[in-house]
């Protein structure tokens, strides 16, 4: 049994064929096609619009009514365009659109839509570029193609989230558009009784990190179902108490800081059970702090997320089949199926956080603070920064957010303030439940400046927004002082900083300041070695070691990266020695950079990343971890490389085996000058399990260099070491 179908024009608002066919074939045909792409002249635009005119008040459907035509129309090739050399762009937007347009083609009598533009198109015999070709690739989908990639784009994800949230809430009207003044967010649909949906409101384009955006959507929420207890998630990137939540790719640098988030839940008028964040790095005593007013419990993670976020199913189904069940039961059952889902995968945390302990949280905060800053006015800065620099960090450390309890731990071991055990306390009483894949891990963090002057200003600022005196900023400000005039000594420009009010040029040069001096890294020859040799003064001032090897190639050197492994010898000298064996991957060895470790009684870890292109096209950090359970290493996952903190991007991404791996590091002229990025080795395909080894690097001649970062944060340099696997 055959089916004839057509005329399948691809002149989409030309329906000359389609009514040829209708007047002079309507015999032949069984079901009538055409080709549709509705298109929109910039993001602000709503592609629907163009489409319902096409297909309902337009052409198409028009010229079906004309000859009275009972028979199916499909439209056989679509897709939701922005403008001809923006096909590909990987867009949150152009997904939604095209979910929307695939219901509103079945709301008005396709029988059936076949989305032409799914996956990018690889055409064989064809390696040209131009218009919407790249290198044979008809870059017009929405997902690249399997045999290209199985990396979902974000405009994939936003097309299946959509095309799940109408498909789970029955077929039916989508939108009934009168003007393309009616564009932008398709999130307000409700369920009739007939089972079809209606939009309520459309916001048009709008900010979804505006403080305005979120208490409207809490107003709306609100008075349109009203309810005995409130839940508010807020589910995207997050960035903690530095950089706040959020992140719209339509209105690009810009969060919902603290102040923004206390404004729009203030504005919004709704106390609620629990606000949580389905976001990185949420769960600190600030974040606590500014929601206090709004809500019972704050659920939240210390550390990044994993990118699908938390598992719904089951503590939905627990508030659904028992509405009155106590909110921190709930965040229990909550917390442990997210832990179940990703602790094999993301090294997850999640903390349940009762709010009803903010002011006993803060009194302890604000006696620790004071009782720090008495022992930073005696000279204690140096053993105050060995603990800040040991004490357990999140977020990669680029969010200056470490673990409360951790540092309360660490400050009573090195110093014994007297107020250490308040804080320990406060955290016991606050953290209702939490779930980790280590111990450093207790449920909350704090914001501790010092790897980010930059951003300390602008994070001072909001933290006072949100009701911070400025008596609590006392310690903070000094200490930060301190660090720069430390940084000034060993001739860092620091007048960037001049601008900012906490800044106090009477600090810089103090008398409590004490630096190394460069000419004091000049290393010593012990034959069989060289070697670094400080006095036990300097080496207290020491609070990070790291390895860097370059391999000549004969034109250059290539940077292999570093590595935080290292050795004193019996006169407590360091090593500055190499033993050929660097990180591999499956035995191909990989440039690798160290990043954060971590050492207590009874667990360690270790942790850095491969820099990589994925797939030809982006640009990926893979992070390799140690700890006491995987000793040998393991590959974590990928992220996506980012130059400065914003709100970080959740989790990270798993690969998948058709995956194309190009390793890559920097090259440098035997001046130690930059020249390229460069590319080592070929690329590989990724295969399901890894194995990270050190494997011999071969019959290079090698340069060795150690960097010593002290508690300033000045980085000291020995001198370069030639070495040869001879």
Same mark, same amino acid.
């Given at each position: 049994?055959?089916?004839?179908?057509?005329?399948?024009?691809?002149?989409?608002?030309?329906?000359?064929?389609?009514?040829?066919?209708?007047? @002079?074939?309507?015999?032949?045909?069984?079901?009538?096609?055409?080709?549709?792409?509705?298109?929109?002249?910039?993001?602000?635009?709503?592609?629907?619009?163009?489409?319902?005119?096409?297909?309902?008040?337009?052409?198409?459907?028009?010229?079906?009514?004309?000859?009275?035509?009972?028979?199916? +129309?499909?439209?056989?090739?679509?897709?939701?365009?922005?403008?001809?050399?923006?096909?590909?762009?990987? /867009?949150?937007?152009?997904?939604?659109?095209?979910?929307?347009?695939?219901?509103?083609?079945?709301?008005?009598?396709?029988?059936?839509?076949?989305?032409?533009?799914?996956?990018?198109?690889?055409?064989?015999?064809?390696?040209?570029?131009?218009?919407?070709?790249?290198?044979?690739?008809?870059?017009?989908?929405?997902?690249?193609?399997?045999?290209?990639?199985?990396?979902?784009?974000?405009?994939?994800?936003?097309?299946?989230?959509?095309?799940?949230?109408?498909?789970?809430?029955?077929?039916?009207? =989508?939108?009934?558009?009168?003007?393309?003044?009616?564009?932008?967010?398709?999130?307000?649909?409700?369920?009739?009784?007939?089972?079809?949906?209606?939009?309520?409101?459309?916001?048009?384009?709008?900010?979804?990190?505006?403080?305005?955006?979120?208490?409207?959507?809490?107003?709306?929420?609100?008075?349109?179902?009203?309810?005995?207890?409130?839940?508010?998630?807020?589910?995207?990137?997050?960035?903690?108490?530095? $950089?706040?939540?959020?992140?719209?790719?339509?209105?690009?640098?810009?969060?919902?800081?603290?102040?923004?988030?206390?404004?729009?839940?203030?504005?919004?008028?709704?106390?609620?059970?629990?606000?949580?964040?389905?976001?990185?790095?949420?769960? $600190?005593?600030?974040?606590?702090?500014?929601?206090?007013?709004?809500?019972?419990?704050?659920?939240?993670?210390?550390?990044?997320?994993?990118?699908?976020?938390?598992?719904?199913? @089951?503590?939905?189904? /627990?508030?659904?089949?028992?509405?009155?069940?106590?909110?921190?039961?709930?965040?229990?059952? #909550?917390?442990?199926?997210?832990?179940?889902?990703?602790?094999?995968?993301?090294?997850?945390?999640?903390?349940?956080?009762?709010?009803?302990?903010?002011?006993?949280?803060?009194?302890?905060?604000?006696?620790?603070?004071?009782?720090?800053?008495?022992? #930073?006015?005696?000279?204690?800065?140096?053993?105050?920064?060995?603990?800040?620099?040991?004490?357990?960090?999140?977020?990669?450390?680029?969010?200056?957010?470490?673990? #409360?309890?951790?540092?309360?731990? #660490?400050?009573?071991?090195?110093?014994?303030?007297?107020?250490?055990?308040?804080?320990?306390?406060?955290?016991?009483?606050?953290?209702?439940?939490?779930?980790?894949?280590?111990?450093?891990?207790?449920?909350?963090?704090?914001?501790?400046?010092?790897?980010?002057?930059?951003?300390?200003?602008?994070?001072? +600022?909001?933290?006072?927004?949100?009701?911070?005196?400025?008596?609590?900023?006392?310690?903070?400000?000094? %200490?930060?002082?301190?660090?720069?005039?430390?940084?000034?000594?060993?001739?860092?420009?620091?007048? %960037?900083?001049?601008?900012?009010?906490?800044?106090?040029?009477?600090?810089?040069?103090?008398?409590?300041?004490?630096?190394?001096?460069? @000419?004091?890294?000049?290393?010593?020859?012990?034959?069989?070695?060289?070697?670094?040799?400080?006095?036990?003064?300097?080496?207290?001032?020491?609070?990070?070691?790291?390895? $860097?090897?370059?391999?000549?190639?004969?034109?250059?050197?290539?940077?292999?990266?570093?590595?935080? =492994?290292?050795?004193?010898?019996?006169?407590?000298?360091?090593?500055?020695?190499?033993?050929?064996?660097?990180?591999?991957?499956?035995?191909?060895?990989?440039? +690798?950079?160290?990043?954060?470790?971590?050492?207590?009684?009874?667990?360690?870890?270790?942790?850095?990343?491969?820099?990589?292109?994925?797939?030809?096209?982006?640009?990926?950090?893979? =992070?390799?971890?140690?700890?006491?359970?995987?000793?040998?290493?393991?590959?974590?996952?990928?992220?996506?490389? $980012?130059?400065?903190?914003?709100?970080?991007?959740?989790?990270?991404?798993?690969?998948?085996?058709?995956?194309?791996?190009?390793?890559?590091?920097?090259?440098?002229?035997?001046?130690?000058?930059?020249?390229?990025?460069?590319?080592?080795?070929?690329? =590989?395909?990724?295969?399901?399990?890894?194995?990270?080894?050190?494997?011999?690097?071969?019959?290079?001649?090698?340069?060795?260099?150690?960097?010593?970062?002290?508690?300033?944060? @000045?980085?000291?340099?020995?001198?370069?070491?030639?070495?040869?696997?001879?």
């Amino acid at each position: 049994y055959y089916r004839f179908i057509g005329p399948n024009q691809s002149n989409y608002n030309d329906a000359s064929f389609l009514d040829y066919a209708l007047k @002079n074939a309507d015999q032949y045909v069984d079901i009538y096609t055409s080709h549709n792409y509705p298109t929109a002249t910039s993001l602000a635009d709503d592609v629907y619009y163009d489409q319902v005119k096409l297909l309902w008040d337009g052409q198409y459907m028009e010229t079906m009514r004309k000859y009275k035509s009972q028979k199916p +129309f499909w439209i056989d090739e679509w897709g939701a365009r922005q403008k001809d050399d923006n096909l590909g762009m990987d /867009m949150s937007w152009r997904g939604t659109q095209q979910a929307v347009c695939a219901a509103a083609s079945m709301n008005f009598g396709i029988s059936n839509t076949i989305l032409w533009s799914l996956f990018d198109q690889q055409w064989p015999n064809n390696r040209g570029s131009g218009g919407e070709f790249l290198d044979g690739v008809q870059v017009t989908g929405l997902a690249p193609s399997i045999f290209i990639s199985t990396i979902p784009t974000t405009q994939y994800y936003a097309y299946t989230l959509m095309s799940k949230y109408i498909t789970a809430r029955g077929a039916g009207e =989508v939108y009934l558009c009168e003007s393309p003044e009616y564009s932008g967010i398709y999130a307000a649909f409700s369920k009739n009784e007939n089972g079809d949906m209606t939009l309520l409101q459309s916001l048009g384009s709008v900010n979804m990190t505006d403080a305005d955006t979120l208490s409207d959507f809490i107003r709306f929420s609100a008075e349109s179902y009203p309810a005995d207890r409130y839940e508010l998630i807020l589910w995207d990137h997050g960035g903690g108490t530095m $950089t706040g939540f959020g992140y719209d790719e339509l209105y690009e640098d810009t969060s919902l800081t603290l102040s923004s988030l206390s404004t729009a839940l203030y504005n919004g008028g709704v106390q609620f059970d629990f606000i949580g964040f389905d976001a990185c790095l949420m769960a $600190t005593a600030e974040v606590a702090y500014a929601l206090d007013p709004y809500a019972d419990y704050l659920i939240a993670s210390e550390e990044s997320e994993p990118g699908e976020g938390w598992a719904y199913k @089951n503590w939905l189904t /627990m508030l659904a089949e028992d509405p009155a069940v106590p909110t921190a039961e709930l965040g229990k059952k #909550l917390a442990d199926d997210f832990l179940e889902a990703y602790i094999f995968a993301d090294m997850p945390t999640l903390s349940v956080l009762d709010l009803r302990y903010v002011p006993e949280l803060y009194a302890a905060l604000e006696s620790y603070w004071e009782s720090a800053y008495t022992a #930073l006015q005696s000279g204690s800065y140096g053993a105050l920064s060995q603990v800040r620099n040991n004490v357990r960090e999140f977020g990669d450390n680029e969010y200056d957010q470490v673990d #409360l309890s951790d540092l309360a731990t #660490l400050t009573k071991q090195s110093l014994s303030l007297g107020t250490e055990d308040d804080v320990q306390a406060a955290v016991q009483n606050m953290v209702v439940y939490n779930v980790t894949y280590e111990k450093s891990a207790a449920g909350i963090a704090v914001y501790f400046p010092c790897l980010w002057p930059d951003y300390y200003g602008d994070t001072r +600022f909001e933290m006072t927004c949100v009701g911070f005196p400025e008596s609590y900023f006392e310690f903070y400000d000094k %200490f930060m002082n301190t660090m720069l005039s430390g940084q000034s000594l060993s001739q860092s420009d620091i007048d %960037f900083y001049s601008y900012y009010d906490w800044f106090d040029s009477s600090e810089v040069g103090g008398e409590n300041v004490t630096t190394i001096n460069d @000419n004091d890294f000049e290393l010593i020859d012990k034959g069989d070695y060289y070697a670094l040799s400080l006095s036990d003064e300097a080496w207290n001032l020491i609070t990070y070691i790291d390895m $860097t090897v370059y391999l000549d190639d004969g034109e250059g050197y290539i940077d292999l990266g570093n590595d935080n =492994v290292y050795e004193f010898d019996d006169d407590g000298d360091l090593k500055v020695d190499f033993d050929y064996t660097w990180i591999s991957i499956d035995g191909v060895i990989v440039p +690798f950079y160290a990043e954060t470790e971590e050492q207590t009684d009874d667990y360690w870890y270790t942790t850095g990343y491969v820099p990589a292109e994925l797939n030809g096209s982006t640009d990926i950090e893979i =992070v390799l971890r140690w700890d006491s359970d995987h000793d040998s290493g393991f590959v974590a996952g990928y992220r996506l490389k $980012t130059e400065e903190p914003t709100v970080a991007a959740k989790g990270l991404h798993s690969f998948t085996e058709t995956d194309q791996i190009q390793y890559t590091c920097s090259y440098y002229d035997y001046g130690f000058n930059y020249d390229r990025d460069y590319t080592l080795g070929d690329p =590989v395909t990724y295969i399901s399990e890894p194995v990270v080894t050190y494997e011999e690097i071969g019959e290079y001649r090698t340069v060795i260099q150690y960097t010593l970062r002290d508690i300033y944060n @000045n980085e000291h340099f020995t001198d370069p070491v030639e070495l040869s696997s001879e």
